[in-house]
């Protein structure tokens, strides 16, 4: 069955659109917006967003395959994405990132077979002040310990919201 967007999401895309002087101004945000409806961003999304805003499908997918932090139909439930940048290369985030992926049993842009986790390596999230560090889905987790990543993975596997975190 084809995707369709919300005519809400349709309006709100083409509303932002106006406040900039090209439509690809709005484009990233649109892509977000879309991929926050129906749950991740591929050719047929970015072909959506190309006709709310007027754009070739060409140039969205360009945008889209260039940012590596938009969810693909394959991603599990939550998306872990380590910071591997210095700051947190410093303090300790492959060690870290090392014992997610043997905790989980999952390589780099593996997804677990229960379909609940994707291990991924991040470039710096900005949260440099607080390494290391880990994004899930829009949390951020800092200070990253073993102690923490255990809770935060027992917390989603039991459906709970990880008591430590930040939102973006
Ligand atoms: S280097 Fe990891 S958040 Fe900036």
């Not at 060690?95 to 077979?113: A, N, V």
């Not at 949260?127 to 923490?148: F, H, K, R, S, W």
Request: proline share 6%.
């Amino acid at each position: 069955m084809p995707k369709t967007l919300k005519p809400e999401t349709v309006d709100a895309i083409k509303t932002l659109a106006k406040r900039f002087p090209q439509p690809a101004g709005a484009l990233l945000t649109s892509l977000r917006m879309a991929e926050r409806e129906i749950g991740f961003v591929d050719a047929e999304v970015c072909g959506l967003v190309a006709e709310c805003l007027g754009m070739p499908p060409a140039h969205v997918w360009g945008v889209f395959t260039f940012y590596t932090t938009f969810r693909k139909e394959t991603d599990g439930k939550h998306v872990l994405w380590v910071c591997s940048t210095l700051p947190c290369a410093l303090r300790g985030s492959e060690r870290l990132y090392d014992y997610l992926s043997e905790k989980l049993g999952i390589k780099k842009d593996e997804t677990t077979k229960d379909g609940l986790f994707t291990l991924k390596k991040a470039e710096c999230i900005g949260a440099c002040g607080t390494a290391p560090c880990m994004q899930v889905n829009d949390d951020y987790y800092e200070n990253l310990t073993p102690e923490i990543i255990d809770q935060v993975i027992d917390d989603l596997r039991a459906n709970q919201v990880p008591a430590r975190h930040v939102t973006v």
